[in-house]
């Protein structure tokens, strides 16, 4: 199976503009989580999809919004871009082992870098 | 308080080491508790996961979950340069659909 895709992989833009990145998930897979990594922070959770709904969302502002597609393809969008936006964007594909209650694996892209200047 | 806390290094050790690394957190509800593993300019990626207290082997990893200290470890025997990389630890609720993650610990395995 392919893995998950992210693009664009390297981005930079200036403050006050908006950024659109773009995840395809393993096929097959439903779920799509992003998260973004930054030096100081580590992984922090921005939003799950799971069938084109928005299961769950992290301490995020409105700035930050995602959605999902018919065919499992995620976009994230961050407007009015600020200096602190700087990060690596990851998007993730997960699944559940052993059914509902298993653990919540994510498999992930090799992220999409935002630079903000 | 941060849901999972990681001492962020950097650990810097001769190949042949034993390596010891190790997370805390303060959620009695998380079930699974993961290793991630990123290497420069990747994703992470999934090194094993354990359920429950106890100990679980996967060549030259061991992960380590005491619940009732709510700490979690993970060892690597023998390490080599290839080991080198950032490990994220990682921990499941049942009933969440994100993961609560430790900000990493960079290790450097000095051949």
């Known amino acids: 199976k392919a893995g998950v895709t992210q693009t664009p992989r390297y981005l930079i833009k200036t403050r006050g503009q908006q950024v659109t990145l773009s995840c395809s998930p393993i096929s097959g897979h439903r779920s799509v989580s992003w998260y973004q990594q930054t030096p100081g922070q580590g992984l922090q959770f921005l939003f799950e999809?799971?069938?084109?709904?928005?299961?769950n969302k992290g301490n995020f502002p409105g700035r930050f919004s995602g959605r999902q597609f018919s065919n499992s393809r995620s976009e994230m969008n961050v407007s009015t871009l600020e200096l602190g936006d700087s990060a690596l964007y990851l998007c993730a594909s997960s699944w559940r082992t052993g059914g509902s209650s298993g653990a919540n694996v994510l498999t992930f892209g090799a992220g999409s870098r935002l630079t903000v200047l | 308080q941060k849901e999972v806390e990681q001492d962020p290094g950097p650990l810097s050790v001769p190949e042949g080491a034993i390596v010891s690394l190790n997370c805390t957190y303060s959620n009695s509800a998380f079930q699974y508790f993961m290793w991630y593993r990123q290497y420069s300019r990747k994703g992470p990626e999934l090194l094993m996961y354990?359920?429950?207290?106890g100990n679980k082997e996967d060549g030259r990893f061991t992960a380590q979950v005491d619940k009732s200290s709510k700490y979690i470890s993970l060892f690597i025997r023998d390490s080599q340069p290839s080991d080198s990389a950032t490990y994220l630890c990682?921990?499941?609720?049942?009933?969440?659909?994100?993961?609560?993650f430790g900000t990493g610990t960079r290790l450097t395995v000095i051949p």
């Open positions: 999809y799971f069938s084109e709904t928005q299961r």
């Open positions: 990682a921990l499941d609720q049942t009933g969440a659909n994100n993961l609560f």
């Open positions: 354990t359920y429950s207290s």
